[in-house]
């Protein structure tokens, strides 16, 4: 049967491509991931004087031309793009037989640019002089900085990828803060549900660690400031959590039909079984206390999927690290399967890898449908003390072999109230 | 043919220059005078947003000021939209509503801006200077009226809207993305109510100076789209809200609500731009639409303004024979929100059954009804869409 239970495409996996800060590609990631190593480390991107948070999953181990978050952002994309492509073996090169979903984050020029043109607009920058935005204008209006224009446009790094990739259609670029490589898949699988095409490129990327986001983020005391060392700080369900840590990556998918697969002979490393979502009204950065989306959100998941609770092995939490975020998640957790709650595995990539922030959702889904294939659940490390509020199995510091998991589901909550959960299977 | 799973338009929140709500921006155009801003930011002429009774649309106070200008234009035209579809106070259904919000980014803090370009060259250590400043300058929430999912967010806040949320970046192409989304969703059966839209905020340097970068910024004096190409072109910008109500049919009958227009198809693509590729483009969006009565159709266009892209349309649209109105001649052109005013310009007179004055010497006049309404939708860097708009 190509289809599900309600008649629609089903959706699989054929092609996943990875970068984080533990490294390049699916196998040193999982290799990392399952070994329990961490890739959060000190920034050297940018000076850290007067910061109080200094550590970030970075990722600067891949030489770029230029430093700012869509040229980074980007530059990951095409990266990942190449390795899911590759493994697929969908398509020729510069021709992929879908549409693409990008999981981007929001674009704005940088202090970079902003310091280039004022000092391009030759307005006084010693003693008492005074620049403003007037000054950058004129500086804009010379036409040397075309180059900017073109950066900095929220449709140049979807439009980039489209040429070099050849999807077809109008790219999509989505944000959902923290759910949008969820949301990015879920697009996906509904395009292909729809039949409006046979496969999708989904793509979510994130670089940008830079002085402004971290302080942006910092402001709102979302970070950990457990700087020493760095690979302790990312710490989710422990009682001592204290916060996130940024960090940088990019998960590729390639969705297909599942009778489009077949026809091809293409090797199928995972289901996209459900996709749900709710969001919540309640606050701007905070969760609905009562936890009522976060449950509405997983099942609608499992509803869309047409499973109960019961069938559910493993979670991969959205798990940040923060006070508020894992205490509403294993509020939302423990409603949705009730006594089990506390015997399902549930544990957090962020601890090793950070947030990844808009990728996210992409990365963490690869990791779920690896931990299916691999039957083997990566850690939650750093977990030093137990929270006796959260009673959860988080595979404490150390990888766990399993048999038998069929079914994960891999959670993203977004600042903003956006959620997304997806259902995902073994092939 | 009626059919339960055709999209139609229940509500429409459209906010600029020319006013607050359809029907005030129908009476503008009757007797159409262009609203500019010449002043603020000279030489760049922007088409100002009229004043909004905030109140009535974000009744709390707390929440106007969590909010930048450009959330605070989306949450009011979004709010306008949901009582034109008789949406308000319907927790249920608000509760399962989808939503597609097409944004870009919001406003920085300019004080501090100047502030940090004015002293890092003075500075022994700038970089260590520059993490001091915005640790102790920026606002902490400032963060939250800058990301761009935070318009959908804030409409999850104040109208309740909740079943779904996602946003749409990319300018112009994201509008159109979202309708087509929408649509698709709805003809699916995925989605039946969905609440689609977006906001600019014009009266922004930094906006401003991502355009004016590419140079595609007109200087004064004003000139509609058309005949400001004798002149080089050039985008006006305008302060826009627009979100529509897009429904099932069988939705609206069993809600009893009047819709403004069908969406009978909407299309949207992409190219590098080279010579002749957006008229390839929307010369097979035009061959896949379904048939329309050309007699009784007029054309809404959302070219920008830019050189290239704008008088290559026109010469596309000249082909086609049909009266043309341009949206951003009347209220400016507005990125994300562009597509959607205009679609909104297109449901409002196909349910008027006229088309409104020209509003440029370029424009013909129109007598006969208006039946249908072809929406263009290039954008004033890439992507190339077209809808059609029809009786309901």
Known sequence: MDTDRLGRPIVVVTGMGIITSLGEGQAANWQALTAGRSGIRRISRFPIDNMKTTIAGTVDFLPVAEQSAPALSQHLAERVIEEAVAEAKIGRPGDFPGPLLLALPPVEMEWAQRLALAAASGAPTTGDGQVSYDDLLRAASSGKFEAYYRRFLFASVGEALADRFGTKGSPIATSTACASGGTAIQLGVEAIRRGDSAAALVVGTDASVNQESLIRFSLLSALSTRNDPPSSASRPFSKDREGFVMAEGAGALVLESLASARARGAEILGVVEGCGEQADGFHRTRSSPDGKPIIACMRNALADAGLSPDAVGYINAHGTGTPENDKMEWVGVSTVFGERAGAIPMSSNKSMIGHTLTAAGAVEAIFSILTLRHQVLPPTINYDIPDPSLPVDCVPNVARAVSGVRHAISNSFGFGGQNVCLVLGVA | ?392
């Not at chain 2, 209220?331 to 409002?348: D, K, Q, R, T, Y």
């Not at chain 2, 004033?380 to 809808?387: C, I, N, V």
């Open chain 2, 1 to 392: 043919m009626a059919d339960d799973r055709d999209a139609l338009i229940t509500g429409i929140g459209l906010i600029s220059c020319l006013g607050s709500g359809i029907e005030a921006t129908w009476e503008s155009l009757a007797s159409f005078s262009p609203v500019l801003d010449l002043e603020s930011f000279a030489p760049f002429p922007v088409h100002p947003m009229a004043p909004l009774e905030l109140d009535k649309q974000i009744p709390k106070r707390g929440d106007q000021r969590q909010m930048e200008a450009w959330q605070r234009i989306g949450v009011f035209a979004a709010g306008l939209a949901l009582d034109a579809a008789q949406l308000k106070g319907n927790t249920d259904l608000l509760g399962r509503m989808d939503m597609i919000v097409a944004a870009g980014g919001g406003e920085r803090d300019y004080a501090v801006d100047a502030a940090i370009l004015s002293g890092y060259g003075k500075q022994e250590n700038p970089g260590g200077w520059l993490n001091e400043r915005l640790l102790s300058d920026l606002r902490p929430t400032l963060f939250l009226a800058q990301l761009s999912n935070l318009l959908a967010g804030n409409i999850s806040i104040v109208h309740g809207v909740t079943g779904s949320s996602r946003t749409f970046m990319g300018e112009e192409p994201a509008g159109a993305d979202a309708v087509r989304i929408a649509c698709a969703r709805i003809a699916a059966g995925q989605g039946d109510v969905v609440l689609v839209g977006g906001s600019y905020n014009a009266q922004r340097p930094d906006v401003l100076l991502q355009c004016e970068l590419g140079g595609t910024l007109g200087r004064a004096p004003f000139a509609g789209v058309w005949s400001r190409q004798k002149a080089g072109g050039g985008m006006f910008m305008g302060s826009v809200g627009c979100f529509l109500v897009i429904e099932s049919r069988a939705s609206a009958v069993a809600r009893g609500v009047a819709p403004y227009a069908r969406i009978a198809a909407v299309k949207t693509d992409r190219c590098r731009r080279d010579a002749g590729q957006a008229t390839a483009n929307a010369q097979a969006q035009l061959a896949a639409l379904p048939a329309f009565d050309a007699a009784n159709t007029a054309v809404i266009s959302s070219a920008s303004g830019v050189a290239a892209p704008t008088q290559e349309e026109a010469a596309w649209l000249a082909t086609l024979g049909l009266p043309v109105r341009s949206t951003a001649t009347a209220i400016g052109h507005s990125m994300e929100p562009a597509f959607l005013a205009s679609m909104a310009l297109a449901a409002a007179s196909v349910r008027q059954g006229t088309l409104f004055p020209a509003l440029d010497p370029a424009e013909a006049p129109m007598t006969a009804p208006l039946r249908s309404a072809l929406v263009t939708g290039w954008g004033h860097w890439r992507g190339e869409s077209l809808a059609l708009v029809t009786a309901a």
